[in-house]
């Protein structure tokens, strides 16, 4: 840390020494230039390289596609005209000025991919990586980059969680390989490792905001994901679960200034497919009337007995009335809206000869459908490049952004939850209003209009990240690198809870939590690749530094003079609290690779980690990995074969790891300060010590090893395919496992588990028909993934009543309950399975059944244009998944609950003897309301989604020269437009907690809407 | 090579090697928010954070703070559940099952007490601070064995026989590997912990922390429960004696209503303090009403509030129970910052301590005494002892359902069928093995030496 300035300085120092290295000027023979064009459209190409054979000299074509050539050369001479995405070619050029077409590569297999510390062409991969372009996806309206990924790409498991924006998401690269250790790839921006665990601390019901939404998807240029061991490796410690790398627009040197305005407006709107049907008012009273009486009955209590004092009954008898009296008053209706869609974009880029930027400021606001929850996100974008001299570059890149929320409680807790306890669970037949007009509180639940009126949550997070980077090149084919980083985010959290709420019932209650996390990094890299005949060698060498802080102070408060003092200063009762926890993280890393003749590859790399968070002993890691790809199409038996124009074998094995997650301190032995208790009566607390948690110096990276081949084929310069087995086996899983609790310890961070992942990945894009006039491109992905816990000492459950269960041999987020074989109909009590035969229902009879990840998941693509005219769709699937309907269970068929909803396809309940159906007889006595844990709220959540339509027209070039502008496009996008699921509730992507290994639990989750938006798109 | 070239590859070299060497301590980096435990209990002042840190554990929401307390009050037969978490219901069923949420945090929170007075017990005695003064030393340690004592008592109540742990947690390595103590074990265990405590603790008057008199009033008690009648009435007459520390208060409601705290009834009861909120608000939340800000998770039952509401059986003890406008519910945590204290030991429950004891040594006259010494207070008429009618039985019954109504809302009725073996008659289960709770499924898994209790 010291020398971190010195070594800023330094660099200062140095570089302007470079910028008066002199060229001599050279001898002119020939003045060539041209253009260089698409070969369909006559576009021009700018940024093309055009080189000289045989010499090192190239030039770049400019914003109109022209070069320009003044060199000692003598004509004739051969050219190699090369650009992104087109074949390179060969020209012999004899006179000027020279035009030169080129063909556009459906194969891409001159496609530039990103990679650790580097970029490769696609041919010359050798690891699994998929490149996902950002335009495709990015006006997809879920505020973050994360959930507009889903569907297209193999091996990437997306779930969008809920419908609010800016939720936290979950995303899983070939599987989960941890159990406390983060499940989520590392994602790099510009080459920071941005922070993404939510700093979210006011309870909103389970779910938390993602930090990935501060960035401003549409700055985004690529995103590149890497999937194998190959080419996670050169990330070591942070590799294991995939590392998604995302690549901002920069400017081109040489072009002019181009400035992109884009507007967008559109609605979000609740989908009605299964949404939640409560039944009205009367048959919700006769369900709570039987259940009355056949609780009372239950007891031994005689039948006129039980039925005089029943709770609907006429009111002159002191009752409710009889149940067909009720009224039904609809409540779940309120709480959702049409919700607004805003999106402003503006963007400028360009260069000159040495310098080259792009400026971009956009602000994006999405309401949720279900009231009161919003987004906004203000963002600035400046990336920056600049040629010091033939050597040095130096470049940074800024993202600024202010993200803007209002939250609201749904999902799990009773108060302050607008939702689940507010609407869902509500009998239909209780009022909203009393009598006198003031709102009602039945069932000790949250008044739904004071909900929606009163609700105040509001959080800020203002990120920035920053980038600082000089590459020098210190010999030729040796390059230097050093870059600095900063992710700095402070996270401003403000509720306040009115008196008409539970929660703010002691005259207001109010949260202020103020939490800022920094990460800073400063990393080196040392590259030479040198070409010699056949064979292509290259070597780097680099060292990463990363130090990363988090900090809350909160201040709670209640007891306020009205609901117009919100400020904590004028709260009667006041009470706050402190935390800091750092970590810091030292890595060195190498890489060699080599190849022959583009035929045959091979690749290594090797990290050591050092981590502050595990015990002395066990400080460092250390991830190797191996790789290799042969190029078949390069053998002379496939060289001339047209039919096929790329045929690669890959294969790769190597090791990553994991710590991410896992608290600071969880190696050392702790005791706690806070366990405060009083000298003697009236008086207040003196502070108190205890025991924190236990100490485990031998805690140590989490290591993964994943063994992948994969083949590459392409067909007719039309087709490719990309295949994929692996498998992924995690040993050393850090887990929190349990102790005893007589020593006084509950659990302590172990390396005590181990994992499996094994798997297929299938793509297959196929541009089936492309001319000037007509294009259309299909793209169909489908990946397996079987997930498998392998070793666990003892069973892990999570979440409330024990509903998840981790243990050996079944997958992570299994569900674990009483398996109900039938309903008596004879007696309309269930019957369980009892699984170990004892001849009693306990709860050793608790089994799993099925689990959150899905069997099969993918997307599929389609892309049409006809002159102006452009459409795509994008289907997303998953096969085999399960959902706990935690709605349902909560109501009055979940336990027979008193004063709750029924829902309407839960009306079947067993009445009377002979009647056939799954769920029980009602009664809050014996095994049908004790096990409530049961198989029946378990449902398959398998879907099939349209995510994304969109269509467009664009202007002809003509067409949009009358207009001014270089290119006008207007578009409509509808989102999330058709589903089919057989999941009894309107999101089979529902997910309740941000806890990872409590997933596929639908508890109060508002769906994800249904969003129409228009925009259009000016380039002037 | 240029010379250029090497005077760029020597700078880079010098930065490669500057950013190397500032590494050493880098990947050290100390908590803020916790200390590390080489350094605990070692002094005057860290011996009694130690030891306020015992009483933590105690008031804990998972102990006295709710839990524990709710098995006592929800196993009898005085109220109804009305939550949404059923495992509150299987206690008023009495049919828990291993798995219930609050089995097993009651099992972590009473060994959590253990295991903070076991650190005391071992810590304090090796410290050598001259402010610590033999008298505070024995004070701490008296506290910490006082704990202890309470601590293995309320788990043989719950759950019979348990491993006796009394060496501190300091490591994984040091976890041991314990059986099962048999129920008798586990009660000798409390007595001689109880012994210490009696020895070591001041004979002063302080209702928050032990004391000499708090060990008494346990031992009165314990006794109780091991049926030693003649040191249960003994130990229950040296608290009732001192009349002016501990006098019977009236009306009933006197010593919890009007957000007292430590009236002269209570012997001991944990203390919350309003600037702590946040650990404190749990239990009158199960208890109170929306309308008073709680979640009402049990309320009274249609034969109890016929009992209490009746003047000549309930008395003016109806002050327990509250109505809104549909509903009663329980009234004895009821401050809305929820520092309502835990009543652990009263005074009032030595009177019947002692009157239990006097019955059962059949001396019927004296147990009529202290039973109405109870009435009089809760604003009744006495019953009248007649030699010639009253029984044993009969006087043993009167007892237990003044005990019903006395301690309606405080753990001790269903200990008391349990204790008496009257659980079948009065509550109609058969099934002895139901007298004993469960060993948490959680931790049957995790100890392979710990054995469930039969019947589960």
Redesign the interface.
């Known amino acids: 840390?010291?020398?971190?300035l010195?070594?800023i300085v330094?660099?200062l120092m140095?570089s302007p020494?470079?910028s008066l290295?002199q060229e001599t000027t050279p001898r002119v023979n020939s003045n060539l230039h041209g253009k260089v064009l698409d070969s369909l459209s006559h576009e021009p190409l700018p940024g093309a390289t055009v080189q000289i054979e045989g010499v090192t000299h190239s030039v770049k074509t400019d914003a109109e596609g022209n070069y320009n050539f003044v060199t000692g050369q003598k004509l004739p001479y051969t050219l190699i005209i090369s650009y992104v995405g087109y074949k390179t070619k060969k020209v012999i050029a004899k006179v000027s000025p020279l035009n030169m077409l080129l063909t556009a590569d459906a194969n891409q297999l001159e496609d530039v991919v990103v990679v650790g510390y580097g970029t490769q062409t696609k041919k010359d991969l050798v690891g699994s990586v998929s490149k996902i372009e950002a335009d495709e996806i990015n006006r997809i309206p879920v505020a973050s980059f994360d959930a507009q990924i889903q569907g297209k790409s193999t091996g990437i498991q997306v779930n969008n969680n809920s419908g609010v924006p800016g939720d936290g998401i979950n995303v899983r690269v070939r599987g989960t390989t941890s159990i406390l250790a983060d499940n989520n790839p590392l994602y790099i921006v510009d080459g920071v490792f941005i922070n993404n665990s939510s700093l979210q601390t006011v309870h909103t019901g389970g779910r938390t905001t993602s930090p990935i939404a501060d960035i401003n998807p549409t700055d985004i240029i690529s995103m590149e994901v890497l999937k194998d061991a190959s080419a996670t490796s050169i990330y070591g410690a942070r590799g294991a679960n995939g590392v998604v790398i995302i690549t901002t627009k920069r400017g081109n040197y040489n072009s002019a200034p181009k400035i992109n305005l884009n507007v967008s407006a559109g609605q979000g709107k609740l989908s009605k497919y299964h949404f939640w049907e409560l039944s009205d008012g009367p048959t919700n009273a006769e369900a709570v009337n039987q259940n009355y009486i056949n609780t009372r009955l239950d007891k031994g209590i005689a039948y006129d007995v039980a039925y005089a004092s029943r709770p609907f009954r006429p009111k002159i008898e002191g009752g409710r009335g009889n149940p067909a009296e009720q009224e039904t008053y609809d409540r779940v209706g309120r709480v959702f809206r049409n919700a607004k869609l805003n999106d402003y974009d503006l963007s400028l880029q360009g260069g000159s000869e040495s310098t080259k930027y792009f400026i971009s400021g956009a602000y994006t606001s999405q309401e949720s459908i279900l009231k009161v929850a919003d987004f906004e996100r203000e963002s600035l974008k400046l990336n920056l490049d600049q040629k010091i001299n033939n050597?040095i570059n130096i470049g940074v890149s800024n993202t600024f952004s202010r993200t803007g929320r209002s939250q609201v409680g749904a999902g799990n807790g009773?108060?302050g939850n607008i939702l689940s306890s507010a609407a869902l669970v509500q009998g239909t037949y209780n009022p909203i209003y009393n009598p006198d007009g003031t709102p009602s509180?039945s069932?000790?639940?949250d008044n739904v209009d004071v909900m929606i009126e009163d609700t105040d949550i509001k959080a800020v997070s203002t990120r920035y990240i920053a980038n600082l980077f000089a590459e020098?090149e210190?010999?030729k084919d040796l390059k230097?690198k050093?870059s600095w980083s900063l992710d700095y985010n402070l996270y401003d959290e403000k509720g306040y809870w009115s008196d008409r709420m539970?929660q703010g019932?002691?005259g207001g209650d109010a949260i202020s939590s103020i939490s800022q996390a920094t990460t800073w990094i400063?990393e080196?890299t040392?590259f030479y690749r040198k070409k010699i005949k056949g064979h292509t060698f290259g070597i780097l060498f680099g060292?990463t530094?990363q130090g990363n802080t988090r900090k809350n102070t909160t201040a709670?408060g209640?007891g306020f003079p009205n609901n117009s003092y919100r400020s904590i200063s004028d709260a009667s009762?006041k009470?706050n609290s402190?935390?800091?926890?750092?970590?810091?993280l030292?890595s060195f890393f190498s890489r060699i690779d080599y190849n022959f003749q583009s035929r045959y590859f091979i690749e290594a790399s090797i990290r050591a980690d050092?981590?502050?968070r595990f015990g002395s002993k066990n400080?460092w890691g250390y991830f190797p990995s191996i790789g290799g790809s042969w190029r078949l199409k390069e053998e002379s038996i496939l060289k001339d074969v047209s039919a096929i124009n790329e045929l690669k074998l890959r294969a790769s094995y190597g090791l990553t790891g994991n710590q991410n997650g896992i608290v600071?301190?969880a190696s050392?032995?702790?005791?706690?300060?806070g366990?405060?208790?009083?000298?003697?009566?009236?008086g207040?607390?003196?502070?108190?010590?205890?025991?924190?948690q236990?100490?485990?110096p031998y805690l140590q990276w989490e290591k993964t090893s994943q063994v992948n081949v994969g083949l590459d084929i392409g067909l007719f310069n039309k087709i490719t395919i990309d295949a994929n087995i692996y498998k992924k086996y995690t040993t050393d899983a850090l887990l929190s496992a349990?102790?005893?609790?007589?020593?006084?310890?509950?659990s302590?961070v172990a390396n005590a588990g181990e994992l499996s992942n094994k798997g297929f990945e299938f793509g297959i894009d196929a541009t089936i028909v492309k001319s000037n006039l007509f294009s259309w491109n299909t793209n169909f992905n489908i990946s397996r993934n079987i997930n498998k816990v392998e070793k666990l000492i003892?069973?892990i459950?999570y979440y409330?009543?024990?509903w998840i269960r981790l243990e050996e041999g079944y997958p992570v987020n299994s569900f674990w309950v009483y398996n109900q074989l039938y309903v008596d109909p004879q007696t309309g009590n269930a019957v369980y399975e009892d699984v170990n035969s004892d001849g009693k229902i306990?709860?050793?009879d608790?089994k799993i059944i099925g689990t959150a990840l899905p069997d099969y998941f993918g997307g599929f693509t389609n892309k049409l244009s006809y002159k102006g005219v452009d459409l795509s769709f994008l289907f997303t699937y998953q096969i085999g998944n399960k959902m706990l309907n935690l709605n349902r269970f909560?109501s009055m068929h979940g336990?027979t609950?008193?004063d709750r909803s029924l829902y309407k396809e839960d009306e079947n309940y067993w009445k009377k003897p002979g009647d056939i159906t799954d769920i029980p007889r009602f009664t809050?006595?014996g095994n049908n309301?004790?096990l409530?844990t049961v198989n029946r709220f378990i449902e398959d959540a398998s879907f099939l989604r349209l995510k994304n339509l969109t269509v467009g027209y664009g202007l002809s070039k003509d067409l949009a020269k009358k207009f001014k502008v270089q290119d006008l496009r207007i578009y409509i996008t509808g989102t999330n437009l058709w589903l089919y699921s057989k999941y009894k509730g309107p999101d089979p992507e529902s997910n309740t907690d941000a806890e990872q290994m409590v997933q596929g639990i639908d508890f109060g989750t508002p769906p994800q809407p249904k969003t129409f938006q228009l925009g259009i798109n000016v380039t002037l | 090579?240029k010379r250029?070239?090497i005077?760029?590859?020597q700078?880079?070299l010098?930065?490669?090697f500057?950013?190397?060497?500032?590494?050493s301590k880098?990947?050290?980096?100390e908590?803020?928010?916790?200390?590390?435990?080489?350094i605990?209990i070692t002094d005057a002042a860290?011996a009694?954070?130690?030891?306020?840190?015992?009483?933590?554990?105690l008031?804990s929401s998972g102990y006295y703070g709710r839990s524990f307390q709710s098995i006592g009050y929800l196993s009898g037969d005085n109220l109804q559940?009305?939550g949404?978490?059923?495992y509150n219901?299987?206690f008023i069923?009495h049919?828990v099952?291993?798995?219930n949420?609050t089995i097993?945090s009651v099992?972590?929170a009473i060994?959590?007490a253990?295991?903070?007075a076991?650190?005391a017990i071992e810590k304090i005695p090796a410290i050598t601070d001259p402010k610590l003064t033999s008298t505070l030393k024995d004070q701490l340690i008296g506290e910490a064995y006082f704990i202890r004592a309470l601590a293995y008592f309320d788990l043989a109540r719950v759950y019979g026989g348990?491993?006796l742990?009394t060496k501190?947690?300091?490591?994984?390595e040091n976890?041991t590997e314990?059986k099962r103590s048999s129920l008798e074990e586990t009660y000798n265990q409390v007595k001689s912990d109880l012994e210490n405590a009696e020895n070591l603790l001041p004979n002063t008057l302080?209702?928050?922390?032990a004391t000499k008199k708090t060990a008494w009033a346990l031992f009165a008690r314990y006794y109780l429960y091991t049926k030693e009648w003649d040191k249960a009435s003994s130990y229950a007459t040296q608290l009732i004696e001192e009349t002016t520390n501990y006098p019977l208060i009236a009306p009933y409601n006197s010593w919890f209503a009007n957000n007292i705290?430590?009236s002269p009834e209570s012997i001991f009861e944990l203390?919350y303090?309003?600037?702590?909120?946040?650990g404190n608000s749990a239990h009158r939340n199960s208890w109170q009403?929306?309308?008073?800000?709680?979640?009402?998770d049990w309320i009274p039952n249609e034969d109890f509030l016929q009992l209490i509401n009746n003047p000549l059986i309930g008395g003016n003890r109806n002050t327990l129970v509250a109505k809104t406008a549909s509903t009663w519910y329980g009234n004895l945590y009821y401050r809305?910052?929820g520092t309502d204290p835990a009543y652990v030991l009263r005074i009032a429950e030595q009177y019947l301590i002692r009157a239990e004891a006097f019955a059962e040594q059949g001396n019927l006259e004296a147990a009529y005494e202290d039973l109405n010494a109870i009435r009089n207070r809760a604003g009744l008429e006495a019953i009248g002892y007649k030699a010639s009618s009253t029984t044993k039985e009969t006087t043993l019954l009167a007892i237990e359902n003044e005990r019903r109504l006395e301690f309606a809302f405080e753990p001790h009725r269903w200990f008391d069928l349990v204790r008496t073996g009257r659980a079948a008659t009065v509550l109609g289960i058969t099934d002895t093995k139901k007298y004993l709770m469960p060993i948490?499924?959680?931790?049957i898994?995790?100890?392979k030496w710990?054995e469930q209790n039969p019947g589960?």
């Open positions: 840390m010291r020398y971190s010195k070594t330094l660099l140095i020494v470079y290295a050597h009773s108060q509180l069932g000790n639940r020098i210190i010999l230097f050093t539970l019932q002691n400063n080196q040392l060292n530094l709670e209640s009762i009470s402190e935390s800091w926890t750092g970590s810091n030292a050092g981590s502050s400080k600071d301190y050392s032995g702790l005791w706690t300060g366990a405060p208790y009083a000298n003697s009566a009236g207040g607390y003196s502070a108190g010590t205890a025991p924190y236990l100490g485990n349990p102790l005893p609790s007589s020593s006084g310890h509950s302590y003892v069973p459950t409330s009543r024990d306990t709860a050793d608790r909560l336990g609950r008193a809050s006595q309301w004790t409530e | 090579m250029q070239e005077n760029r590859l700078a880079i010098l930065i490669v500057l950013i190397m060497n500032s590494c880098f990947l050290e980096v908590p803020k928010n916790y200390v590390s435990d080489e605990t860290s009694q954070t130690s030891v306020r840190g015992i009483y933590d554990a008031a559940f009305t949404t978490v059923v219901q299987q069923i049919n099952q291993s798995d949420g097993s099992w972590t060994y959590k253990i295991d903070r076991n650190h348990v491993q742990l501190p947690t300091s490591s994984l976890i314990t302080n209702r928050v922390r705290v430590a203390s303090d309003p600037a702590f909120i946040t009403p929306t309308e008073n800000g709680g979640i009402k809305s910052n948490p499924l959680v931790e898994k995790v100890d710990l589960y």
